[in-house]
């Protein structure tokens, strides 16, 4: 399936949240983060050859991955609170994006967004022409990188 993210997803303890929440400007703190590594892993979706679903949306696979990378992207920017930046959230975030390198590399597949509900590419996926060194094709590059 493919969902949404949403800001409240990101995962934090009661006293957690309590702490951030006198903090300035964190009316919605994960909001922009969020919409940042939404666009970023349907960047990777697409580099490794996938299909994308409505924007803003992603692989249920994949929003795990997401929320852990917001979740450390966020809490770095609050030095004060160290206790807030833990090694399991840290690797958490670096196995993430090691996951999202994968899929970006076409390593690893995601699942189809639903039928009919794929947007369109504008340009087709996977059709790149090579041309050979030795090998005259009129109109194309010689071995000298000229146009014939």
Known sequence: MWSTPASN???LS?????????????ADPWQAILDQ?????????????????????LP???V?????IVAWRYLL??????????AGRQAAATAARANLTAVARGEQKVELPPAGQAVP??????????VRPGRHHPGRSNRLGRLD
């Open 37 to 57: 590594e939404v666009a970023a892993a349907r960047g990777a979706i697409l580099a490794g050859g996938g299909r994308v679903g409505p924007e803003g949306t």
């Open 64 to 68: 795990p991955d997401v929320l852990a």
């Open 77 to 86: 920017g609050y030095p004060a609170l160290p206790g807030l930046q833990t």
């Open 121 to 130: 590419l504008s340009t087709p996926l996977g059709q790149v022409q090579v």
């Open 14 to 26: 009661e006293p957690e949240r309590a702490a951030l929440q006198g903090l300035p400007g964190t």
């Open 9 to 11: 997803q990101v995962w």
């Open 60 to 62: 249920d696979q994949l």
